[in-house]
């Protein structure tokens, strides 16, 4: 689900505060600069406010957010809707004991971790982050989250670039977005 279907007139004007990087970091790359975005304070308020306007009232216990773009927009998601916080960090970013989920990306493999009993079996989670590509980053937070019997209830993200398909990666599992870049 997009929230450019439901013609929400924040949409236009968040879409127009990210700014498009041609090139960058690699030849061929069009990346999403959200640095724009977070220094407009109108923009910025109105991302949280439709996402957190999505899941108040949905029961989400938590909310884990993807390094780094994900702990942007997650901890005032969770804040907001009375959920905790967990970060999914790439490796050895994490002390003690970690749980991890390993991945392809694009360009290699990669690895993302949490701290061992932050999430519950009972717990209802989102996941956040900013942008999905090839959905490989949304697909390893999501099994890692489930393998300790958490229910992703949705993943949430600013930006997709439906042109990659990473939404047909989620075998099923929703995804908000608040703005497609092709």
């Known amino acids: ?20 990087v041609p090139n960058f970091p690699k030849p061929g790359i069009m990346f999403q600069d959200i640095t724009t975005l977070l220094l407009d304070p109108k923009a910025f308020k109105d991302t949280i406010d439709m996402f957190v ?6 029961n989400i216990s938590v909310v884990a957010g993807i390094e780094a773009r994900g702990f942007i927009f997650g901890p005032p998601i969770a ?10 960090r790439k490796p050895r970013k994490l002390p003690g004991d970690v749980l991890f989920e ?12 949490m ?23 949304l697909c390893a937070a999501m099994s890692l989250l ?3 019997g958490a229910e992703v209830v949705e993943c949430a993200c600013l930006i997709e670039l439906p ?8 075998n099923g599992k929703p995804l908000y977005v608040l703005v497609e870049s092709h």
Do not use: N, W
């Not at 042109?163 to 989620?170: C, F, M, N, V």
């Open 1 to 20: 689900m997009s929230a450019l279907k439901d013609q929400d007139p924040r949409v236009h004007s968040i879409k127009t505060k990210i700014h498009v």
């Open 163 to 170: 042109d990659l398909q990473g939404r047909e990666r989620l």
């Open 115 to 137: 701290h061992v009993g932050a999430v519950e079996q009972s717990d209802r989670a989102l996941v956040v982050d900013d942008l999905i590509a090839t959905g490989g980053t």
């Open 79 to 88: 804040l907001a809707i009375g959920a905790k916080f967990v970060p999914l």
């Open 146 to 148: 489930e393998r300790v």
């Open 53 to 58: 306007e999505r899941y108040k009232g949905k």
């Open 102 to 113: 390993e991945y392809t990306l694009e360009y290699g493999r990669d690895r993302l971790e």
